[in-house]
């Protein structure tokens, strides 16, 4: 059985799907499955930020396949863990959980690092954050993907 996480932001064209793309490219297909999703319902069937696709391809990413869907309520049975990238993200998850086991399932993306930023900001209306975005985004995916490596290889 695969480890499912999911990745959300608010868009899924911007953060989520960059998420997506670098957890993705950290772990292997045949063990994990990833997948990102938008709390707003904006931008359904659209492909990525085009932002979000050049920075993603400057580091040999192609995130460019993806396409934008809504998180629904389904998605807590079907992934094991659910990243959000700020406390926005967080809460509007959470309101969608019938239980507490749901609720223990949804994580903020930078608390699995040491990083003093406790969220991913929104770099929708800046141009220019897309690239710490990335950075932000590419050192909690090198911890998490550590952390599940050792995980996997102990079961
Ligand atoms: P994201 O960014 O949550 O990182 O995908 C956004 C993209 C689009 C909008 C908001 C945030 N929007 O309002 O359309």
Redesign the pocket.
């Known amino acids: 059985m695969k480890t499912r996480i999911l990745m959300v932001?608010?868009?899924?064209?911007?953060?989520?799907p960059l998420a997506e793309g670098i957890l993705h490219s950290k772990l292997n297909s045949k063990d994990f499955y990833i997948d990102s999703a938008?709390t707003?319902g904006?931008?359904i069937g659209s492909a990525p930020?085009s932002r979000s696709v050049a920075v993603a391809n400057k580091y040999t990413i192609d995130i460019s396949q993806q396409r934008c869907r809504k998180f629904t309520p389904q998605d807590f049975e079907d992934f094991d863990i659910i990243y959000v990238?700020d406390y926005s993200n967080y809460q509007n998850v959470v309101k969608l959980a019938d239980n507490q086991a749901q609720k223990n399932k949804v994580k903020l993306l930078l608390s699995e690092t040491s990083l003093k930023e406790k969220e991913v900001p929104?770099?929708?209306y800046d141009d220019n954050g897309f690239e710490y975005v990335f950075e932000l985004i590419d050192n909690a995916c090198n911890v998490i993907a550590q952390k599940l490596t050792v995980a996997d290889h102990g079961k």
């Open positions: 932001c608010l868009g899924n064209i911007c953060r989520s938008g707003g904006y931008h930020d990238m929104d770099p929708y």
